[in-house]
Structure formats: C-alpha cells, structure tokens
C-alpha cells in the first residue's frame, strides 16, 4: 500500500483517496514574473512523481496546478510591491505580456523535464469573482477586518490558527515579540484577502470590489482555485516547504473559516534545493534556469536525474559537479536501454514471474513515501544485470513510467548521427591530434550549433543531442 508523510500530522500514513479510486491533487505553481529556476523545478518534479506513483498503483488522478499572475507581493507580510507589476515595469512591458511570455517558459520547462502537464492551469486572473466572493463570505462570518490599505483575515478568531502543522507555539513566540511594522493590521499574522489599490496610484491589474478597487491576496488564489476545480475536501495538496508558515497555514485558516471542513486530507511538502548550502532563490542572486543548464551542454533530464537521487524531503545540495555526474548517469543508462530489445506486447509466464519480483520490490520502493533513490538504485542494479535482455527491457520501461527519463522512447533504438556532424568529429579528433586546440574547439562549438554535443572518453569521442534554450525578454 501507498504510504506518504502527511505535514499535517508528521507522520507517514496510508494513503487512501476520499473517493474510491479517483485521486484529487493540487500542486501550488509559479508566480509568472521571472524564469522558474531549478529549485523551483524541484517541486514540480516531486509532485510528478507523486502523480506517477499514484498512476502505477491503478489510481485515476485529476491534478491542478495554479499560475500566479496577480497578488503576489514582494514581502510575505502582505508588504511592498506585486511582483508581477515591479517587474512588468522594470522591463517597460504590460502586466499580461510578461505573464505570458513566463508561463509559457514554465511549461516549456514542464516538457523539457519530463513533466506529465497537469489537467488544469488555471490563471488567477480568471477568478477574480470567486476570490471576492470569498472574501464576502468571510465578512459575513467574523473573520475579517478592513484597514485603509485592505481586507485582512483576522486570526485572532480562528481558534485552529497554526494547528494545521504544529506551529502554535512558534506563531505566539513570533506574536510576543515581533519585530515587524504591521501599519493597521492586528496581528503580524493576520494576512491579507484583498488589497486595495492606494489613493493616486493606477495599477495595470487592479478591480471593482465591495471594499474598493483593488486586488485579491496570494493567499486566496488557492483556496478559490482549488475548491472551485477539485472540491472541498480534496485527497493532496503539495509545494515547498518554504510554503508550510505562511501560504498553506492561511489558506487552510480562511478555507477551514469560510466553509468549516478541511482543505485537504494530505499535505505533501518538498525540501529545498540549496546551493553551498544555503537557499537558492531569486532574492538570493544565486538562481540557476534550465535555459543555463542547456546553455552549459546539459540536459533538463540530468537534472531530473539529480533530484530522483535524494529523497524529496531531505535537502539536495546542488553542483555542477553532482549534475555532469548526472548526465553521464544518464547517458550510461541510455546507452544500456538501446543496446536491449522492445519489450514484448505479451510476455510468457517464465518472463512475467522475473519481471513481477523486479516490479514488486519497485513498487514497495515508490510506495514506501516516494522512495526514489531506492527506486533508482533497483533500476541500476536490473540494468547492469545483463541476464536476460527481453526481461530487463521489461523492467525498465515499468520503471520508466515513475523515473520519466525517457528511457521507454530510446529501448531498442540507436542513436542516429547525421553525416555532416560525424564529419565535424572526425576533423575534430585530427586537430586534438595535431594539438590545434583552438581549432578543436571550433569544430565543437560548430556541433553545438547543430544541437550535438561530445564527451571524450578513453573508447573515444562520444556524440549526443542536446537541447536548445529558448530567448529571454529584454527591455523595449
């Protein structure tokens, strides 16, 4: 049986869904302001692989992932500028046009990894209507209060505060001696529903509302979202872990306040990806894009690599170094797969049982709170086997369906180089011999050009393909 770490009680539970085999999931998806950067892309690859698993248990699953294109501000405390409107200015073009252009990167960036595309996308410019009604209803129940520059949730009603994840003792620490200019609020943690837009100023997103013109809060997107797509309850909810405090504590309080039943059952939450240690993040300057990674002759799909290598709650400390060594993993695994045979439509009986005791320990593996490192680890030790080519075939393309490496599409295919390419090597190997470096390194920038990069190996050069990085937006 399925087994994951539920936030809510820290524990790791069965998983049973709500409604019969039909699993609901919501996954909190980016503010489109800037490029998604890896760290950011981990999240998203942890909760791909939670939908996997839950496919390959024979689940059908229904999975909704947000874009944020309004209301997100620069300080969680309800504080500073929307990011989306900072940057739209900051880059002399509108609000919706950078919007677009970076969702449009983000699911590129999706594809790239492998991602399986959620069902639903919804924008939360689209649900404006739902957001005030929401806000209104809250009203009508107590739970609000107006201030000049918005209607903020007042947490000093909702009794459950914090609870959700344990967090009691350190929100009335952070409520003894806090240390921020809360302007009207009551409470540091009161947070906001709907901001008004301040006297003078004409923002590029801003509408009517019973309370003024203005724009809703972060935290309210989701709650609209998620309920009007998936219901309330729904089986999962999943994000960073940078989201426990702040965004996924309030959008329980005024989900759990406004309609008196629980969000959702399980909340699932991925560690950070850091960097020397520390966060990667667009505040900490040290952000790294999958147009970089393909930049430096890697594949998204390394990356991806990378993170299967650790376990989704424990922190993944990147580097150059851990990511080449992820690429040779996977260009070592891809050789392996196209050196096998397809896997048979039918297998016989003596085949099924050897590929039933390899599946089964995958499966206990993945089910075991997405153990994908074990997982991967089964998959190297089948792939190296090399004792029976049809049954390894098999078991890696069952594997594949939860790793999505792409191994399925390249089993029994080998690579194909076009001619002018193995010419540009040749020439290359003769001018490495004829030590006319700078030649030799021409001759790879030309390949790269054509979308071919090489490794030189003891055997010899070695070509794959790579991908091309899409253009960033620059000011008119």
């Not at 995958?362 to 490192?373: C, E, G, R």
């Not at 191994?407 to 080998?414: A, D, F, Y």
Request: aromatic share 8%.
């Amino acid at each position: 049986m399925l087994s994951l770490s539920n936030t809510l009680t820290k524990q790791i539970e069965p998983f049973r869904p709500l409604r019969g085999r039909s699993v609901r999931m919501y996954s909190c998806g980016p503010t489109v302001y800037a490029p998604a950067h890896i760290g950011n892309m981990r999240a998203y690859l942890f909760a791909d692989v939670l939908r996997r698993v839950l496919l390959l248990n024979g689940y059908r699953v229904k999975h909704v992932m947000n874009i944020t294109d309004v209301g997100h501000l620069t300080d969680d405390a309800d504080a500073g500028e929307d990011k989306l409107e900072r940057a739209a200015a900051q880059q002399e073009k509108t609000a919706a046009e950078l919007a677009d252009f970076y969702t449009q990167a983000f699911l590129r960036d999706l594809t790239r990894l492998n991602i399986l595309m959620p069902d639903a996308l919804p924008r939360a410019t689209e649900y404006i209507t739902e957001m005030i009604a929401l806000v209104e209803r809250l009203e009508q129940r107590g739970y609000t209060y107006t201030t000049a520059d918005g209607v903020y949730f007042d947490t000093s009603k909702f009794d459950a505060y914090g609870q959700a994840f344990g967090l009691e003792k350190a929100l009335a620490g952070d409520q003894a001696g806090a240390r921020v200019a809360v302007g009207e609020k009551r409470s540091p943690h009161d947070f906001a529903l709907w901001k008004l837009t301040a006297p003078g100023i004409k923002r590029q997103q801003e509408w009517e509302s019973p309370w003024g013109r203005g724009f809703p809060g972060w935290h309210i997107e989701c709650s609209v979202m998620s309920r009007a797509l998936l219901g309330q309850p729904f089986d999962i909810h999943t994000g960073g872990i940078d989201h426990v405090a702040v965004h996924h504590t309030n959008e329980i309080a005024q989900s759990v306040a406004a309609y008196g039943k629980p969000l959702a059952a399980f909340w699932l939450h991925s560690a950070f990806l850091t960097v020397n240690g520390g966060r990667m993040g667009k505040s900490e300057g040290n952000l790294i894009t999958v147009d970089e990674l393909i930049a430096h002759g890697i594949e998204p799909l390394a990356l991806r690599v990378l993170v299967l290598g650790a376990h989704y709650r424990s922190p993944l400390n990147f580097t150059m170094e851990a990511l080449t060594g992820a690429q040779h993993s996977l260009d070592h695994l891809r050789a392996i797969c196209r050196d096998l045979p397809k896997p048979p439509a039918r297998v016989n009986a003596q085949l099924n049982a050897k590929v039933r005791k390899w599946s089964d320990a995958f499966l206990t593996a993945v089910n075991d709170d997405l153990d994908t490192p074990h997982a991967l680890a089964l998959t190297w030790e089948v792939a190296k086997s090399g004792r029976d080519k049809t049954a390894t075939s098999a078991c890696l393309a069952y594997a594949d369906a939860v790793l999505g490496l792409g191994l399925s599409e390249v089993i029994g295919k080998q690579l194909v180089v076009p001619e002018e390419v193995m010419a540009l090597v040749t020439a290359r190997e003769t001018a490495r011999i004829e030590k006319d470096w700078a030649r030799a390194d021409r001759l790879r920038s030309q390949m790269e050009a054509l979308g071919y990069t090489l490794e030189d190996t003891k055997n010899g050069p070695k070509v794959r393909a790579v991908e091309k990085g899409n253009t960033m937006p620059t000011s008119r």
